[in-house]
């Protein structure tokens, strides 16, 4: 089982749609949680943080369920400009070190 | 400079050569990572250095080497490279001292091996 899993996609949405998506972790000591945006061909960029009080901001809604290691990102109002690959972060400490671990990504894409 | 650099953007490489990807940082960054990216099999940590003069082996660490003498500088090694390895390296770099920060990424060197 991957250590973090997300839905397979792709996801075609209308502009205006609400689209979630989710991710689940296996291992119960991770730490942070992440939500980065990759568009085609280009490097991951941080779209936010996930904390377990769930956090917004403008239009996406991050949230985090330890009980069910389970992570959520929504987008209301979706955009053209939404289109992109969602990758799901997780970091636990293995000794000394902190490992970031990805999740292989959701495919969006948001169609006019 | 200014963030994370990696160089080559891009490279066509002979399979049986050695290659080094470069990877430099600015913002004193304790952590640095290297990521291979493949279609459908999504960022898959190659190895990971926690401090300068430590490094850590990720999940498909086989066939690549690293170093980590300072805090700016973490380069990958491929010593003799085979076709499977063309994908798309992805270096980052994060204040792991400071908790949950962000990873930041360089652009990304796209290794092409015939």
């Known amino acids: 089982r991957k250590e973090v899993e997300q839905d397979p996609g792709p996801f075609n949405v209308p502009e205006g749609a609400t689209v979630a998506f989710n991710c689940t972790y296996s291992n119960s000591a991770s730490q942070s949680f992440f939500w980065y945006r990759q568009d085609c061909r280009k490097e991951p960029k941080l779209l936010m943080s996930?904390?377990?009080s769930g956090n917004e901001d403008g239009r996406f809604t991050a949230q985090l369920n330890r009980a069910s290691q389970y992570i959520s990102l929504l987008i209301r109002d979706s955009k053209l400009s939404d289109s992109a690959t969602y990758l799901c972060?997780?970091?636990?400490?293995?000794?000394?070190?902190?490992?970031?671990?990805f999740g292989s990504g959701t495919q969006l894409t948001v169609l006019p | 400079i200014a963030g994370i650099t990696q160089a080559p953007t891009s490279q066509i490489l002979a399979a049986g050569r050695r290659m080094t990807l470069r990877c430099t940082q600015d913002m004193r960054h304790n952590a640095m990572y290297w990521y291979r990216q493949d279609l459908g099999l999504g960022l898959r940590l190659i190895h990971y250095?926690?401090?300068?003069?430590?490094?850590g082996k990720g999940e498909v660490p086989d066939g690549y080497s690293v170093s980590r003498a300072n805090t700016d500088d973490f380069p990958l090694t491929l010593a003799s490279a085979v076709p499977s390895q063309t994908s798309v390296y992805f270096c980052?770099?994060?204040?792991?001292?400071?908790?949950?920060?962000?990873?930041?990424f360089g652009q990304g060197t796209r290794l092409t091996v015939v």
């Open positions: 996930v904390y377990s």
């Open positions: 980052a770099s994060s204040d792991s001292r400071q908790g949950g920060t962000e990873a930041f």
């Open positions: 972060v997780v970091t636990f400490s293995s000794g000394s070190a902190r490992q970031l671990t």
């Open positions: 250095s926690n401090t300068a003069g430590t490094t």
